[in-house]
């Protein structure tokens, strides 16, 4: 298994669709117990939050987030951890709204203290 995510900040390697997560965006992560939990915010998220589990490298989350506009979305994820040659974390994420129409797949990588 790959190191911890407690305490780890990740940023989208590119943006998705408009008014959506992307470069921006960072995600404070922690990790107990195969317990996962991260805050996230920044481009057009205020706020958002995601709560779920970890078995292995894979992580099964939902997310919730509210968002410049006054909107709230929320939908499921399902990531892959996986360490970089660097000794960064990518995420590669599968993840589909539950709240609206829309699925797509990103990637998340572990950002260096200068770029947070």
Known sequence: ???SLDGLVLAPVADQAPGQVGTRTRFTYHEKDGVVWAEYTGGDVVRG???GTREGDRLDFRYVQLKEDGTTSS???VSTV???PDG???LEESWEWESQAGS???VVEQVTAHEH
Request: proline share 0%; glycine share 12%.
């Open 1 to 3: 298994m790959t190191r």
């Open 49 to 51: 939050h995601l709560v």
């Open 75 to 77: 939908g499921h994820c």
């Open 82 to 84: 996986v360490e970089l």
């Open 88 to 90: 960064r974390v990518r």
């Open 104 to 106: 797509g797949t990103s």
